[in-house]
C-alpha cells in the first residue's frame, strides 16, 4: 500500500511530523467531502473490511487493512463500509471523522515516540494539531464556528494591512485605551487578547516571543514570527501581498 509505510518518511522534528499530519488530514477530508460521492461507492458494505487512508501528499485511499502483524504504523478504523450499511449518510461520514481524528493522532504521536520526542517537543506537535478544527468539525460544518486559523484578532480580509505590525506595537496601541473604555469594550477586548494569546507560529509552532515581529499570510492567513520566516519590520513594510514559505512553494510546485 503505498504511503502507508512510516518507513517512507524522513520526519524527524514535531514540524515535520505536523506536515505529515497535515497532508493526511487534507487527503481525508477530500474524501469526506468534495469527493464524498467516489468515496461512499467504495465503501461498499459488500466488499471485505476496508479502511480508510489519508497520505502525507494530501491524497486518500479506501484499501484493506496491511496484513503484516503489528503494522508499521497504526491501522485506521476497520469496517468502516460495513458501517454504512443501514446507517443515515451523514451519520455515517461523520462517524467515519470521528475514527478519522482518532487515527491521525495516533499517527502522529506514534512517530513522536519513535523519533524520541521529549515533552516540549510532544506538546509543540499537539499544539499545532490542536490549532486546526477537526475533521469532525469540518464534515459536520462546526468548523465554521471556529476562527478557520486566521488572524490571532480575527480581524476580517480589510483588516489585513494591519497584519504588518508587530504584536509588541498592537499590545502597546491596546494599552493606550482609557479605564472607560475598556468597560465598553468588556468581553471583547480580552477575547481578542485570549486569541493572541493561543495563537502559534506556523513555523515553529510556539507563541512564545509574544511581544517580537509577527506577520500575517495573506494566502493562507496563518501568523508566523518575523525571524522563522526571515522578514524584518522594515522589509514588511514593502510588502504588498506577503506570502509564506509553504504558499509560495505550493505556487512553485503548481
Not at 183 to 211: A, F, H, I, Q
Request: hydrophobic share 30%; glycine share 6%; charged share 35%.
Amino acid at each position: 500500500m503505498e504511503g502507508g509505510s512510516g518507513a517512507a518518511y524522513a520526519a524527524r522534528t514535531a514540524e515535520e511530523v505536523f506536515r505529515d499530519y497535515r497532508g493526511r488530514r487534507a487527503g481525508m477530508i477530500k474524501a469526506l467531502t468534495t469527493d464524498v460521492d467516489k468515496f461512499f461507492k467504495l465503501c461498499d458494505p459488500e466488499k471485505e473490511n476496508l479502511c480508510l487512508y489519508g497520505y502525507p501528499n494530501e491524497t486518500w485511499e479506501v484499501t484493506l487493512p496491511a496484513e503484516e502483524v503489528p503494522p508499521e504504523i497504526p491501522e485506521p478504523a476497520l469496517g468502516i463500509n460495513f458501517a454504512r450499511d443501514g446507517m443515515n449518510e451523514k451519520d455515517w461520514l461523520a462517524l467515519v471523522a470521528v475514527h478519522s481524528d482518532s487515527w491521525l493522532l495516533s499517527v502522529s504521536f506514534y512517530f513522536g515516540a519513535r523519533f524520541g520526542f521529549d515533552k516540549d517537543a510532544r506538546r509543540r506537535l499537539f499544539s499545532m494539531i490542536n490549532n486546526m478544527p477537526t475533521i469532525f468539525e469540518v464534515v459536520t460544518g462546526n468548523a465554521k464556528k471556529q476562527t478557520k486559523e486566521k488572524t490571532p484578532n480575527s480581524s476580517s480580509k480589510s483588516n489585513k494591512p494591519s497584519s504588518k505590525l508587530s504584536r509588541a506595537e498592537s499590545r502597546s496601541k491596546a494599552k493606550v485605551s482609557t479605564p472607560k473604555d475598556e468597560e465598553e469594550s468588556g468581553d471583547d477586548d480580552r477575547d481578542e487578547e485570549e486569541e493572541r494569546d493561543n495563537t502559534l507560529c506556523g513555523t515553529c509552532g510556539t507563541n512564545n516571543g509574544k511581544d517580537e515581529f509577527w506577520i500575517c499570510c495573506d494566502n493562507c492567513e496563518k501568523w508566523y514570527h518575523g525571524k522563522c520566516v526571515k522578514i524584518t519590520p522594515a522589509r514588511a513594510e514593502h510588502i504588498k501581498q506577503y506570502k509564506c514559505p509553504d504558499c509560495s512553494n505550493k505556487r512553485a510546485r503548481a
